[in-house]
């Protein structure tokens, strides 16, 4: 029965040089995580426990930019869509606004009076019609520099991806 010993029983290798053992855990997400385990001889210099520390951490890093690139895509493309709906949301109050200044200037060369004073619901419609350009001005804005901001991210991890290669 001795005779017959598994793989990994023959695989490692059996030293009596004392060893520091090293364990990095690398959660990717919720679900996931990612263990790396090294050792190096216990009378090494700092210089290699760091060097392998910083290994083991670059690789961790890039596993992590693996499993979080295709949320970061998946970000970006909703960002995206959004961005588009909004800029078509702020051009329909445009128009609206656009049609609303038209009937007025047609109202007003209809009628006798040379300068026709708004009505209190004129100039509340043109408040309301104001406050949704700004507040869509502001929407588009933000979501702009988060797509920014996401474009930069997912280049980051690539790089990260590329670099490990």
């Given at each position: 029965?001795?005779?017959?010993?598994?793989?990994?029983?023959?695989?490692?290798?059996?030293?009596?040089?004392?060893?520091?053992?090293?364990?990095?855990?690398?959660?990717?997400?919720?679900?996931?995580?990612?263990?790396?385990?090294?050792?190096?001889?216990?009378?090494?210099?700092?210089?290699?426990?760091?060097?392998?520390?910083?290994?083991?951490?670059?690789?961790?890093?890039?596993?992590?930019?693996?499993?979080?690139?295709?949320?970061?895509?998946?970000?970006?493309?909703?960002?995206?869509?959004?961005?588009?709906?909004?800029?078509?949301?702020?051009?329909?109050v445009e128009i609206s606004r656009d049609d609303l200044n038209n009937r007025r200037a047609a109202e007003a060369a209809k009628s006798d009076r040379r300068n026709p004073k708004p009505s209190n619901l004129d100039v509340a419609e043109d408040a309301k019609i104001n406050q949704a350009l700004a507040s869509g001005r502001s929407v588009i804005e933000q979501l702009q520099k988060a797509i920014l901001i996401d474009k930069r991210n997912i280049a980051n991890a690539e790089q990260l991806i590329t670099d490990g290669e």
């Open positions: 029965m001795d005779d017959q010993s598994r793989d990994y029983e023959r695989s490692a290798a059996k030293t009596d040089v004392p060893a520091i053992g090293m364990t990095f855990d690398q959660r990717l997400d919720d679900y996931r995580h990612v263990v790396f385990k090294t050792f190096v001889a216990a009378d090494c210099a700092q210089g290699e426990i760091n060097a392998a520390l910083d290994k083991v951490r670059k690789a961790a890093e890039r596993q992590k930019a693996i499993a979080h690139l295709p949320t970061l895509r998946g970000l970006l493309e909703d960002k995206e869509a959004a961005l588009k709906a909004e800029i078509a949301k702020y051009y329909e």
